[in-house]
């Protein structure tokens, strides 16, 4: 089994590519401390099953990844080729997911895909502090409320976002 110790972006990499490209800026500069996988980052597949082989790549970074982070805008619940289905891959694998809402809302929207919608994700607003906060804390509560039987969507409380001074 492999070392499960990446995060996971899935994203629409049409419309929303300069989100995940600001997240790469702000590991850059130091601003947080995380580190992960850009699925859309793939070799044109080198044979005639295109579908297949970019699947079977992305098995291969989920495989590698603890947790993942759903990048949601406007068209990412319109999108069922690969995006959906590295949800329900995440979902299979028993993964924490993060829905970050890049309109800001702290809560699932309307905008969350079909695959998550009444999942155990947490959903919190596009921000540095916040995703990190995020990806340091959902895993243990994730695995906690699992354990409680626990299903549906998570937001924090206003109390971490003024903690976070955010």
Known sequence: MAYRNKTYVCFDGDTDMHYYRMMLAWVESDKVSFDFYNAHDLNTARDTSQEESIKRQLRERLANSKLMIVLIGEKTRFLRKFVQWEMESALRLDMPIIGVNLNGSRVRTSECPAAIKDELVIYVPFGAKIIE??????????????????????????????????
Do not use: C, F
């Open 133 to 166: 906060y995020a990806m340091n804390n959902w895993p243990e509560s994730y695995k906690r409320h699992q354990t409680n039987g626990d299903t549906g969507p998570y937001n924090y409380k206003e109390s971490v976002y003024k903690e976070l001074n955010i």
